[in-house]
């Protein structure tokens, strides 16, 4: 059965700095993707960043990276300079083969202090 | 940017009666999902539809539970018999085709809580 651990509920970081949020998973699937998607207070879902298990290199966008660790079943997600717009829940997610479903991790509730 | 819209954002019902949620999807994509969230807690998956018919779904995704596009462009989740539990918010997603099946990116509507009485 496929699933996510995230298992940090909450995070500080200060303004600036950069933070790391865990994310393990487990499947037998050898083809799947990883995500990260963030939720502000206003509850809509929005799409950070995307890694597919045979990428080579880890994924990059903006300010966000994955720290794809196959091996060790790791898809960390790197927040470089955080900024107040950035405390939100973060919610780490797999998909499987085919692409019908997606499953979530339980989030991590982020803190950016000025 | 084209988007998912979901309507209502809102809707309060009593136990018992039915409801139903819509859905428009990003126009040129194929797959669609119906996911829920209960109030502070993850995101649960609740059912994949493509080519007109469920692809996967939860145990969640109950004989209460219905999907429909009634006419190719909504995508609408019934809930015949609301019970206390399915108060959440319900999101819409689509993603489009991409030589591996769907596409990985998922793209939510800003979704619809459901509150039941």
């Known amino acids: 059965a496929q699933k996510i651990t995230q298992t940090q509920p909450g995070m500080f970081v200060q303004e600036k700095e950069a933070v790391t949020l865990d994310c393990t998973y487990d499947t037998s699937d050898p083809s799947y993707g990883l995500f990260w998607y963030k939720q502000p207070s206003s509850g809509e879902m929005i799409f950070l960043i995307y890694q597919g298990s045979y990428d080579q290199q880890n994924a990059t966008e903006g300010r966000y990276s994955l720290n794809f660790q196959k091996a060790r079943k790791s898809a960390n997600l790197v927040i470089s300079a955080s900024q107040l717009g950035d405390s939100a829940m973060y919610f780490c997610a797999m998909i499987n083969t085919g692409g019908f479903k997606t499953i979530f991790g339980a989030g991590t509730r982020l803190f950016v202090k000025a | 940017e084209p988007e998912v819209t979901q309507t209502p954002s809102h809707q309060v019902t009593q136990m018992g009666q039915e409801v139903i949620l819509r859905c428009v999807p990003i126009s040129n994509h194929l797959y669609f999902y119906w996911y829920r969230q209960i109030l502070g807690q993850k995101v649960e998956f609740l059912v994949s539809?493509?080519?007109?018919?469920?692809?996967?779904k939860s145990e969640i995704f109950d004989d209460q539970f219905s999907v429909e596009r009634p006419d190719g462009s909504n995508f609408t989740l019934k809930i015949r018999s609301t019970k206390l539990e399915d108060s959440a918010m319900y999101f819409c997603a689509s993603s489009a085709d991409s030589q591996r099946g769907a596409s990985f990116e998922l793209f939510f509507g800003e979704g619809s809580r459901l509150t039941v009485l």
């Open positions: 539809f493509y080519n007109n018919e469920i692809s996967e």
